[in-house]
């Protein structure tokens, strides 16, 4: 089953991107058998490391077959954008592949979810109902408590019903480590003007911000004055004092925030 | 009279006799150049059989790192990343991407020839690079061959099959020469093979030997697996190659394979000449995490707690610094170089014992290091000076997943990486502790390190910047943007006598060096000398 909420989702970016209320249902995407042959081919040699042979995961590398992007694309119009951009951040290389090859590679991969969900019985990889384990008490205790989770957090602000926005797997890996959360950059210029703004971009020698108006602005490291704020850091700092049961229980509690 | 000028008629000079003695001048990886690399060359993939990663070149010091400068850039042309270490014989440079070797010329970067491999159905995951054995190289490629190609002209002279990429197998890696033994590993974790190294003869490509790291599959309650992915290393007076091996299979789930899963994730001593077990230690047993033990396995030869020791020195995926005595495999020293959750202690061998607890589950564990590890393919390196072992370390943690419905074949479960950053790491190689870090960024990096006679170790962080550090402390020196992620572990060698340093990153391999001005003084200052 497509998890229900991504369902949901992709019915309405149809209906926000293509305004046609009369479809009930994400666009049939029919793939010739040659076109899913020559992207199986290409999907072994250059994905299959990280995204698994059947494109159900590998090494490091996601299962597209429950992936989100994947549930969203129509034709490739995602999944294209992905492979020839690369997602640095996450250790994904470009690819420069031609349109017909990517739309190859697009087929095998709806090809397989297509196949990855009509399996019965229990599915590979990871399931909601297997992160189903810890104790929702448990779970609220740590969160106010050892957790130290409510210093930021609460359950009816920021997390008001994050249980409904992700599930499972989706929802354990944010809790543990929110990727994309925003930092803030506050930088002392030599004049003792201070700007601040969403952090941009920091390595050993250049920082940079989004200011306000959306205008990106970098500086030398060591010209200036500046400080970083990333909450999201307190989430790698509780990395090495959970047990296994404080995550099971965690998540308990965390799914109930619906 | 220009200097410079001067050494190029000289050079011109030797060049002549050169054409008229073409056995004493103009030889490629003949034996004596692998046991002792002359400083202008870089002849194997870890540059020379110690796998120390360490230069004795000195023209680039903490002094004027400062002003390093471009030499050159090759662009590839290729949408595959590099990750292979260049070769470099007698002033051109040899490296590959899977299914393409390039020869460059190393003064002026421009390609002398370009070889391309038969289009194939083989992973292209990468490509480690070639090796040299007298004017001949040898590649391996995405479908399990392994080419002999004429190094002058890149025209193949033979091409034969080492493993069946049909039943999942691919090669990617450098073979490492010793003698007339050309060894090849092979790559596999999606099905359930067989590990095994080969040797194979130089000349004509038939095999020597064979050694198997488990045994064929459908051995009852045996493993599969322990791929031999990575480059070894050689202690000619020993006579003993050092190769690490990769996981078992399946590879998350354990069940079908109890016990220590012999020779998964271990680091053996064979004979060359026959493939023979020496000694094996194992720095995974039984290993559910993908945590291949292919590390660089660095031969030292120095004092251990006060006494002379020729020992063997491992950062290994799995988050432990391993120093064994080489000639026997015993233990001097395991100790974690950064956050690891999985293993109960230590035993009496100095192997981790993993605790039953942080194996992969239905509702997930919660595992340091991840499944990319503390450490990977991208070298180390070994500075005899400080006694530093510095290696680009990737504190991490992921969630690791198993369950009867992932079933005992090839992967069998799912990991997912939580959260990672990179530290580049200096470890004190009799305690273990960490003499400095340097934070690398977010994510990781995966360029390798080089450290050089002079006291200048170069890497790179995850934004794609090249460094120079100084290697007593750690401190920046200098840097550069390469646009790209750096797959490699830097290389140095001296040339006209100018020391470049080259390290490819994304699709360009790129060439660094001081200005002109710096190394002619350098010149005309050693030419005096001589005089």
Known sequence: MIPKSAYVFSLIVLFACFAFPQSSKPTPQNFSAALIQSGQTLFQQDCAFCHGRDAGGGETGPDLTRSKLVSEDVKGEKIGAVVRNGRPDAGMPRFSLTDDQIAGLVAFIHNQKTIAESQKGGRRGVDVADLQTGNVEAGKTYFNGAGKCSTCHSPLGDLAGVASRYQGLKLEERMLYPRNAKSKLTVTLPSGQTVTGELAYQDEFTVALRDQDGRYRSWPASSVKFTVNAPAEAHAELLSKYTDEDVHNLMAYIQTLR | MNISLNLFRIAGLAALTVAASPIAFGQGAEPNILLNP??????????????????????ITPQNAGQLGLAWVFQTGQTLQLKSTPVVMNGVMYFSVPNNVWAVDVRSGHQIWHYTYPPNKGSRIGNRGVSMWKDWLYFMSPDGHLVCLNANDGTMKWNVEVADYQKGYWTSMSPLIVGNHVLVGVSGDFDNLQGFLRSVDPETGKKQWEWDSTPPPGTPNATTGGM?????????????????????????????????????????????????????????????????????????????????????????????????????????????????????????????????EKEPAPDGRLIAPDEGGLTNYRSPSFDQKTGLFIVSAHPSYAIYFAKPADGTFGWAGADYGVWGKGVLEAIDYQTGKLRWTHQLGPGGSSAGVLTTDSGVTFTGDAFGNFLALRTSDGKTLWHAGTGGHMDTSPISFELDGRQYVVSGSGTAMFAWALPRAETEQTVAAGTQSAE
């Open chain 2, 228 to 356: 031999t992915w990575m480059t070894g290393t050689y202690d000619p007076k020993l006579n003993l190659i050092y190769w690490g091996t990769g996981n078992p299979t399946p590879v998350l789930e354990g069940k079908t394979r109890p016990g220590p899963d012999h020779y998964t994730c271990s680091i053996v001593a064979l004979n060359p000449d026959n493939g023979k077990l020496a000694w094996a230690f194992q720095p995974s047993p039984h290993d559910t995490h993908d945590w291949d033990a292919v590390e660089t396995p660095v031969l030292v030869d120095g004092d251990f707690h006060g006494h002379p020791h020729k020992m063997l020195m491992q950062t290994s995926r799995n988050g432990y610094f391993f120093v064994l005595d080489r000639t026997n495999g015993k233990s001097l020293l395991t100790v974690p170089f950064g956050p690891v959750n999985w293993a109960g202690g230590i035993d009496e061998n100095g192997e981790p014992i993993p605790n039953p």
């Open chain 2, 38 to 59: 002359p400083p202008d060359t870089w002849p194997s993939y870890h540059g020379d059989y110690s796998g120390r990663r360490h230069t004795p070149l000195t023209q």
